[in-house]
């Protein structure tokens, strides 16, 4: 969970930011040297079946914001070792923030469907259908990730947002009353978007 994509402050666009929150260092605030890169490259040129370094540089690439070349590096890894989870996942986390919600959703439900309870998957699932608003459908993954995962605070979050544009209002509600305990910044940026829907 060391993705730090920095996160906005109000409405939906502010579980953009988590997406990246499952398992793997993609980094767009923070870019990779070129020596890294290169030195990565090398490393896959002197190793051509070795997936890890695939996966490496694919992470480079991500973090330098290439990411057609984060892709092809991580669909390179997948190639050679298909149950490489993290490059499943990679893929899925390059295509959102390419906002290719249909590529990142193939991605993100092979990478669920290897693990069909773990909550950060679900939670990504939900993250690219909030994005295609589809929020009801959105809610539904919400809801699995909390049920395998109470405290799961974003989670709650984005849950309220999709009551919030469903005309589910009192739930919503209830969800901002329960962060408040929990965690107080999101509880804030919550009431805001709410305060915002009523508009």
Known sequence: MNHSLTPSRTGISRFVAFILLAGLTLCTSCNSKPNEINSLQQQVWKNPQDAKAYLLLGNAFARSQRYNEASEAFKSALAINPELDDARHALGAVAFNQKNYSEALKFFQQHLE?????????????????QLKQFDKAAGFYNEAIENSESFVDAHYNLAVCYSHTGRRDEADAIYKWLLDKNNYLAVSLQKHLKKEVR
């Open 114 to 130: 290897r693990s069909p309870k773990d909550s950060l998957r679900l939670y990504d699932l939900g993250n690219v259908y909030m």
